[in-house]
């Protein structure tokens, strides 16, 4: 009986399981974690140090409020943003932001007083992109005189507190802005170093610096090689690969890339970047300063990936600014001619250009649109497209969306337009010499317009200057020169190849240089050539860039309606309403609404 009862009260009286005691432990550990998270958002506890982060990665501008902590808890997490560098340019001030961000995200730039930064101001941003699949660039407005250029980011609804390292601002005058991989070889494109335009210049002068460091930062002694230039022309700049990356291209992600100018000697130089050379490097990188850098190269299959179906034939590349308008007609009558891929490069639009784009690619123009942020460069960034395009397509054109091929000879003998100038490109895909085909342009003025044409420019303009001016070209961009030097027009060829001029009675340009004031002002304010002078700057009065009579000031002329027009030449038009107008309503494919 006795020992019954000492069984009962062993039963009764036992100590917790091992499984109740761990589920104490952690009530407790999640408890605290709650007071610990209520304590951070207590508006009595303000903190304002910068030995505290919390991210692993130090954020240029951390965040975290009560209304972060509040989204975390319902299940939508906002995470502090990352502003990993600035650039200044004399419109806006960019960020770029080593985070996803959705367009629809509400977000304020944050600025702090220069002499003092507990005041702060903030101002919604301009804009947001996707950047090179990685990145995102945030535009930001030029803050007022007497507050820091060294901006931050806050979701629009948070009021907290904020933390702030590495406020370094670049300057657009000087600097490394883009990168990429071409095989064996990175191409790397630098603003700034005042190399002679349309020429090569000596690459001996130079050399490219990749590291895994906070080059900003003189005490991070981070992993640093570098390689000897091969190629310098304009903004662009080749050099061999590291061993160490070449050997690792699937995981060269986020390699911070620079140019160094003047190198040393050439018995000290660093011809083999083995990772046992660190020291020499470091020696090397204390004396010969590297050019500020944004940078980074990412995903090198982007640039060797073939379609599976083969090349395609025929392709196109632009560079623009606020032509959303102008797009649908543009690609809709080049993909009849027979383009089939779109590279769009936008020189920072904001007329809604990306929901042109993925209507348009919605109906099946195979178009994409990259971002491309760096203000006068359209040379460079003909030259970055040459390389994305070269393992998509045999023959890329390099033309600007008030341009448009014109057929003279099809439309009088009443001719098929359609893929004509696929056709025409194909003829000399499979030749040993010819690896650009050029293609005089005329250039047409208002025509008479006071608003712009309702069926399109090619329908609307029909008056333009008697002799050509320029001319655009379609390349072969596996037959480039390795500098990918051009001159927007045209490109330099490898050794042994050349170009082939179609007459004017075949093929011509429309080019819709001068339209009706209210489209030609717009453009006024803004050239994305690197070496065409803006209108508004009071130089190279006789160049054909510039437009006759104008002046420095946006300005409307008088009469401009009238001006530029030597010859009525309605071909294009006529060809246009001939071959793409619809018979029962007489409308244009650009003409019908969008689905």
Request: positive net charge.
């Amino acid at each position: 009986m006795e020992s019954e009862q000492r069984l009962k009260r062993k039963r009764t009286y036992r100590p917790y399981s091992r499984a109740q005691f761990l589920s104490l432990r952690s009530f407790i550990v999640c408890l605290s974690f709650f007071v610990f998270l209520m304590f951070l958002s207590s508006e009595r506890f303000p903190i304002r140090t910068v030995s505290f982060h919390p991210v692993l990665t130090v954020p240029s501008l951390s965040i975290l409020s009560k209304n972060s902590l509040k989204d975390s808890f319902h299940g939508k997490l906002r995470l502090p943003l990352r502003v990993e560098d600035r650039v200044l340019f004399p419109d806006h001030l960019l960020l770029l932001v080593s985070d996803k961000i959705h367009e629809d995200d509400k977000l304020d730039c944050v600025y702090h007083k220069v002499l003092n930064d507990e005041d702060i101001v903030r101002r919604r941003v301009l804009s947001v992109d996707d950047f090179d699949g990685f990145r995102s660039v945030v535009r930001c407005p030029v803050p007022s005189w007497n507050y820091s250029t060294a901006a931050g980011l806050m979701w629009a609804d948070d009021y907290g507190w904020s933390v702030r390292s590495n406020q370094t601002v670049h300057s657009w005058d000087r600097l490394v802005y883009e990168a990429a991989f071409d095989g064996k070889t990175a191409v790397v494109f630098a603003k700034g170093l005042n190399l002679r335009p349309h020429k090569e210049s000596d690459p001996t002068k130079f050399m490219c610096q990749f590291g895994l460091k906070n080059w900003d930062d003189e005490k991070d002694e981070g992993f640093v090689v570098t390689t000897e230039a091969t190629v310098a022309a304009q903004e662009v700049f080749r050099c061999p690969l590291p061993m160490i990356i070449r050997n690792n291209l699937d995981s060269a992600q986020g390699i911070r890339v620079s140019v160094v100018h003047e190198p040393m000697p050439s018995a000290v130089r660093i011809r083999n970047s083995r990772s046992y050379e660190h020291g020499r490097n470091q020696r090397r990188h204390k004396e010969n300063v590297a050019m500020p850098s944004v940078a980074k190269l990412y995903n090198p299959m982007s640039y060797q990936t073939k379609r599976e179906q083969g090349k395609y034939e025929l392709c196109a590349c632009t560079m623009l600014w606020n032509q959303a308008p102008a797009l649908r007609e543009w690609i809709m009558y080049h993909a009849w001619l027979g383009v089939e891929r779109w590279f769009i490069y936008d020189n920072n639009s904001d007329d809604g250009i990306q929901d042109v784009v993925e209507e348009l690619d919605f109906q099946d123009y195979n178009v994409s649109r990259h971002t491309w942020p760096w203000i006068k460069t359209q040379e460079a960034g003909f030259s970055h497209c040459a390389l994305r395009a070269r393992n998509e397509c045999k023959w890329v054109g390099f033309f600007d969306v008030d341009e448009f091929y014109y057929f003279p000879y099809h439309h009088r003998r009443g001719l098929q337009g359609q893929n004509v100038l696929r056709s025409l490109v194909a003829n000399y895909s499979s030749s040993r010499t010819v690896a650009e085909i050029r293609t005089a342009c005329h250039s047409f003025g208002p025509s008479g317009l006071s608003s712009t044409p309702s069926q399109g420019v090619t329908v609307g303009y029909t008056c333009r200057l008697q002799s050509p001016e320029r001319h655009k070209s379609i390349v072969r961009p596996d037959l480039l020169n390795e500098t990918l030097l051009n001159v927007v027009h045209h490109f330099v060829l490898k050794k042994g190849f050349r170009y082939l001029n179609v007459p004017e009675s075949s093929i011509i340009i429309n080019h819709y240089k001068y339209q009706v004031w209210e489209t030609f002002r717009a453009k006024f304010f803004r050239r994305v050539a690197t070496y065409v002078v803006d209108w508004q700057e009071n130089q190279n009065q006789g160049s054909k860039d510039r437009a006759p009579g104008l002046g420095t000031e946006a300005v409307e002329p008088p009469n401009w309606r009238k001006q530029f027009c030597e010859v009525w030449d309605t071909g294009l038009r006529d060809f246009v309403l001939a071959n793409l107008a619809d018979p029962a309503t007489g409308s244009l494919p650009w003409e019908k609404p969008l689905l």
